[in-house]
């Protein structure tokens, strides 16, 4: 229950919930540890401004707007280093929204994403 409830805004279901349980418990200590810790030193986060403005294709960061881990402010900093920032569809905030956007919110983000499409 607790793994339902965590780094999200609204509980999501249950089988989420179990499903983060086990990829916690499953998780191999030095993959997991290597995937989290190495790509956020503070040498690595100061690189992402220039990583980001160096990409050619179009770019969509998504930010949920209750996002304790990675707050939008902080999504819309590092989205402003991409040449497409200023036309102001290269950041979709999410309402009711917490980290796990993908989890919590996927109706809202296949929407945002099918009307960026339609605009192509």
Same mark, same amino acid.
């Given at each position: 229950?607790?793994?339902? !409830? ?7 279901? !249950? ?25 956020? $030193?503070?040498?690595?986060? /100061? *690189? ?14 998504? $930010? ?7 707050e939008s402010k902080y999504v819309h900093h590092l989205a402003s280093f991409h040449p497409m920032f200023q036309s102001g569809i ?8 917490? /980290? ?6 996927? $109706?809202?983000?296949?929407?945002? *994403?099918?009307?960026?499409?339609? !605009?192509?």
């Amino acid at each position: 229950m607790l793994f339902s !409830r965590a780094n999200v805004f609204q509980p999501i279901d !249950r089988r989420w919930g179990r499903q983060r349980v086990v990829d916690f418990v499953e998780a191999h200590p030095e993959a997991a540890l290597g995937a989290l810790l190495e790509p956020t $030193t503070e040498v690595e986060v /100061h *690189l992402l401004p220039r990583i980001v403005a160096d990409i050619k294709q179009p770019v969509y960061f998504i $930010t949920g707007q209750q996002d304790s881990i990675m707050e939008s402010k902080y999504v819309h900093h590092l989205a402003s280093f991409h040449p497409m920032f200023q036309s102001g569809i290269s950041v979709i905030e999410i309402p009711n929204c917490g /980290h796990l956007a993908m989890v919590e919110q996927p $109706t809202a983000i296949a929407t945002q *994403l099918r009307s960026i499409l339609c !605009r192509s």
